[in-house]
């Protein structure tokens, strides 16, 4: 099983650069999310998406853009990139939210630098 | 403002010990998830808390969800190098996505 796979593992930028982070998931879900992982700290929801043609911001959207056009993909875009935007990326996708029955599966990471 | 809670943010400790991390939050928690994360990898789920004062055991770890549902404990009984990592709680806060909390790193030296 596949499960969410990420592209690509490593990207460096500079400052102004445009790019798209891939992720795509083949266990059908409904729900994909994009986050942020800076050094040492927590996750932070960036965007969230509960199904084809329907995405909503969450906690640190600006400078980022997605689209949902298919179940499976759920690209990130990057269009000014600046060194805040230096991060680890992970998308992630689950059945449902929150419940009982419903884990998070995470793909390995977009690992980010901006300089 | 942070949602969540967690305490320790770091902790090292020697092979055999044991340990307890907290995440805590002023909100009431519909459910609660643990994730690990391991070095260059996305977190894993370990478990699921639903129900105030549940307790639910995985091998040597046990997960606590406070009476109020507002926090929640991980203790880890004679811990192994290989339960390093960084340990993460997370809730949907009643919204359709997820809220982690900020981690507790772990460090057990062999």
């Known amino acids: ?115 | 403002t942070q949602l969540l809670e967690q305490s320790p943010q770091f902790l090292s400790i020697q092979e055999g010990e044991n340990l307890t991390v907290y995440c805590n939050s002023s909100s009431v928690f519909s459910s609660l998830q643990w994730y690990r994360q391991e070095p260059g990898e996305g977190p894993v789920l370990l478990v699921t808390v639903v129900t105030g004062g549940e307790v639910k055991k995985l091998k040597r770890l046990t997960f606590q969800f406070g009476d109020a549902r507002k926090d929640s404990s991980l203790h880890i009984t004679a811990a192994q190098p290989g339960d390093t990592g960084l340990y993460l709680c997370a809730t949907d806060m009643g919204r359709r996505a997820l809220t982690f909390g900020s981690g507790t790193r772990l460090q057990v030296q062999p």
């Open chain 1, 1 to 115: 099983n596949a499960g969410v796979t990420q592209t690509p593992k490593f990207r460096i930028l500079k400052i102004g650069q445009s790019m798209t982070l891939q992720c795509a998931q083949d266990m059908n879900h409904n729900y994909m999310y994009w986050y942020r992982q800076d050094p040492g700290m927590g996750l932070k929801l960036i965007y969230y998406s509960v199904g084809a043609g329907i995405t909503d911001k969450g906690e640190v959207p600006n400078g980022y853009n997605v689209s949902r056009s298919t179940t499976e993909d759920f690209p990130l875009r990057l269009e000014l990139a600046a060194p805040s935007q230096t991060s680890v990326y992970f998308c992630a996708s689950s059945s449902d939210v929150g419940s009982y029955n419903s884990p998070l599966h995470f793909g390995n990471g977009t690992r980010l630098t901006v300089t």
